[in-house]
């Protein structure tokens, strides 16, 4: 079963941008999760090449690479791409989310205890 799916719409701008900044023929946005942003958990994404252990999903033209230590909770995700003036860009519509926090870029999983990985207060989520 491949770990997440990509839009049509996401796959047509990733395409785009691979186009323009692919480091090799193998180079695709990977995708990984971190612990941090105010819910516990923030989406790192950059264009790079495949490391050992990662899952490649592919689209036509467009390339995902799902971290591999990240897998289990970017499963069944969604990847999406918004031209919006005030929200541009790729969106993760992540089923294990079971919280997320007020600016987008942070996210808490179900199965973990409120808050038991969120940055302390005062630090900010950071950007995606």
Known sequence: MTPISITPQAAE???????????????????????????????????????????????????????????????????????????AGFKVNNPNAARSCGCGTSFEVADEPPGSHAVPDGEACGSV
């Open 13 to 87: 701008a990733l395409a785009r941008l691979l186009s323009n900044r692919a480091q090799s023929p193998v180079s695709g946005l990977r995708l990984a999760v971190r612990r941090g942003g105010c819910a516990g958990w923030q989406y790192e994404m950059q264009v790079s090449d495949p490391q050992p252990g990662d899952v490649v999903v592919e689209s036509g033209a467009a390339r995902v690479i799902v971290a591999g230590d990240s897998i289990d909770r970017l499963r069944g995700c969604e990847i999406d791409h918004s031209d919006d003036l005030t929200d």
